[in-house]
C-alpha cells in the first residue's frame, strides 16, 4: 500500500506518515512520527505539506491523554477520509484538461523543423502505442496484426483496446489478409474501429499509427523499433495516402484472407 501511495504522489515519508496516521485515531505529530519511523523535526514539515493538501487535520493547542503531565496543549494529528486523494486526482486531471489545448498550441509553434524519436526494444514499442491514446479522435492505422500479437503482445493489446474504448477514440484501421487472424478486430461500434483490408499481394510487416500532429511506427520483433514523427508535412502525406488506400480497400479480406 505504501508503494501505491508513493505512485499516487505522496512522497516516500509522506505516505509512511499518512498510513501511521490513518491507523490512529488521533495522535500527537510525535507519536506519529515514532509509528512511522520519521524523525520528529521531519515529521513537523511532512504534516504541514499533508495538512495543506487536506489529507491532515491539525489541531493546535489540543489535549491528549498520551502528552506530557498536566495535559499540556500539543498538536493534534487526524487523517482525513482517503477519499480526498481520489478528489484531489480528478481536479488535477480537469485543470489538466483545460490546460493541455493551450500547451499544445505553444508546443506546435515551438518550431517548424519535424521532430523523431526513435524508441528500441518492445518498452520503447508499448511506449510509441500507448502515446496514441492521448492523440484525438480519429486515428488511422496501418495494423500488423500478428507482430502486434507478439510485439508488445496479446495483454498489451487488450489492454489498447480497453483504453481506446474508455476515450472513445475511433481507428480506421487497414490490415493485409496475410498478417490477420480469422475474426479478430473486426469492424466494431463497441471497440470504436472500423477495418478495411487491402488485397492480399500486399503484406505490412510494420505498423503505422497516424494522428494529427505526429505518426507512430512500429517494427515486427525482428527488428524491435518504434519512431515518432511529429511534422505537419509528413503526416499530411501520410494521412493522404492513407485516404487514397481506404478509399480503395475491402470491407472483407480478399483473395486468400
Known amino acids: 500500500m505504501w508503494a501505491e501511495l508513493v505512485e499516487a504522489g505522496l512522497e516516500p515519508k509522506e505516505a509512511r506518515f499518512y498510513l501511521a496516521a490513518l491507523s490512529m485515531d ?7 512520527a515514532e509509528a512511522s519511523q520519521i524523525s520528529r523535526t521531519n515529521a513537523y514539515d511532512i504534516a504541514k505539506r499533508l495538512a ?7 489541531i493546535e493547542g489540543g489535549s491528549h491523554r498520551g502528552g506530557r503531565a498536566g495535559g499540556r496543549p500539543t498538536t493534534i494529528v487526524r487523517a482525513a477520509d482517503p477519499q480526498h486523494l481520489l478528489d484531489e486526482w480528478s481536479q488535477r486531471r480537469r485543470m489538466l484538461e483545460s490546460l493541455i489545448p493551450q500547451l ?32 484525438p479522435s480519429p486515428l488511422r492505422g496501418v495494423l500488423s496484426m500478428r507482430d502486434l500479437l507478439t510485439v508488445p503482445g496479446v495483454e498489451a493489446m487488450d489492454e489498447y483496446v480497453a483504453g481506446r474504448r474508455e476515450r472513445k477514440l475511433w481507428l480506421h484501421v487497414l490490415r493485409s489478409p496475410e498478417k490477420d487472424l480469422p ?75
Open 183 to 257: 475474426g479478430g478486430w473486426p469492424s466494431s461500434d463497441e471497440d470504436y474501429r472500423r477495418t478495411r483490408y487491402v488485397p492480399a499481394e500486399y503484406v505490412f510487416t510494420m505498423t503505422m499509427i497516424i494522428g494529427d500532429a505526429a505518426v507512430a511506427m512500429i517494427s515486427s520483433k525482428r527488428e524491435s523499433f518504434a519512431l515518432v514523427v511529429e511534422s505537419v508535412e509528413f503526416v499530411e502525406m501520410q494521412r493522404n495516402l492513407f485516404e487514397v488506400l481506404w478509399g480503395v480497400a475491402a470491407k472483407e479480406p480478399r483473395g486468400g484472407g
Open 52 to 58: 495543506q493538501r487536506g489529507l491532515l487535520s491539525l
Open 104 to 135: 499544445r498550441a505553444m508546443y506546435a509553434k515551438g518550431g517548424t523543423a519535424p521532430r523523431v524519436r526513435y524508441l528500441e526494444g518492445v518498452s520503447g514499442i508499448r511506449t510509441a502505442l500507448f502515446e496514441t491514446l492521448d492523440w
Open 26 to 32: 488521533s495522535a500527537t505529530v510525535a507519536q506519529v
